[in-house]
């Protein structure tokens, strides 16, 4: 089986056999971070990942009064909207130890996307940059010296057998976090607005997708378990703010 890659619904599925390790990632991730300047606590997850969803899931024709999913994520996101806001810094850096935790835990796709949700606010903080950097430094560390340049051909059904990519615009939204990743590693900021504000998924769901893919291919590369990665992650990025 294979988790399908749907534009509007992550939908669960098996998680990828690999050489995760089992405990508290995060934790463990905080030890790695350590004297880095990442001693940021990973936020509490909420419900608001989960009531998009449900309001997407009713359709178009639950709109208006009658749709009972629109409300609640309506009722959630203006609840958010008069809480004090967390600086954008802090979401930035609490969005890639979501995500570096869940690589240490061994977390499949869909848990990794649902703890990155947390970060998503809408009208003040998308994380699409902050995932798009780790997935920058993970195909940092599937460079080594001497050794051929990665191939994007078949790199997502190797490295992310779990996801099964469908419909044209899911191929470009996974190709262009791909690209994107590499382009920003090569010194080339990509216009993420205008390239794809218009899209009815979020970035940063695929930037997380190019994050495991390059780090899987990091750890296989470099001849070393993925249970390794989130630590080098961790450490690069750490010495990158200093």
């Known amino acids: 089986m294979r988790t399908?890659?749907?534009?509007?619904?992550?939908?669960?599925?098996?998680?990828?056999?690999?050489?995760?390790?089992?405990g508290n990632g995060s934790s463990a991730v905080?030890?790695?971070?350590?004297?880095t300047g990442w001693s940021v606590p990973l936020i509490a997850a909420n419900d608001h990942w989960h009531l998009r969803r449900q309001a997407r899931l009713a359709g178009p024709d639950c709109g208006g009064s009658g749709g009972v999913a629109k409300r609640l994520f309506e009722r959630q996101t203006c609840d958010m909207g008069n809480r004090p806001r967390i600086e954008q810094a802090v979401l930035h850096r609490q969005a890639q130890v979501a995500v570096l935790a869940g690589l240490l835990r061994g977390d499949d796709i869909d848990a990794l996307v649902e703890a990155v949700a947390s970060a998503d606010i809408p009208g003040w903080f998308?994380?699409?940059?902050?995932?798009?950097?780790?997935?920058?430094t993970a195909l940092d560390l599937t460079s080594i010296p001497?050794?051929?340049?990665?191939?994007?051909?078949?790199?997502?059904?190797?490295?992310?057998?779990?996801v099964e990519f469908r419909r044209r615009a899911e191929h470009r939204n996974s190709q262009y976090a791909l690209y994107a990743t590499a382009c920003m590693r090569g010194g080339l900021q990509p216009d993420l607005l205008n390239d794809t504000g218009w899209w009815q998924t979020r970035l940063w769901?695929?930037?997380?997708?190019?994050?495991?893919?390059y780090s899987r291919a990091a750890a296989a590369r470099r001849s070393t378990t993925v249970e390794q990665v989130p630590h080098d992650l961790a450490a690069r990025q750490g010495s990158s703010r200093t």
């Open 4 to 22: 399908r890659c749907g534009l509007n619904d992550p939908a669960p599925g098996p998680s990828f056999e690999g050489p995760f390790p089992p």
């Open 30 to 35: 905080a030890g790695a971070a350590a004297g």
């Open 126 to 136: 998308t994380p699409d940059v902050a995932v798009l950097e780790l997935a920058m």
């Open 146 to 162: 001497g050794s051929e340049p990665l191939q994007y051909e078949g790199l997502r059904e190797r490295y992310l057998p779990e």
């Open 205 to 213: 769901i695929y930037a997380v997708y190019a994050t495991v893919i």
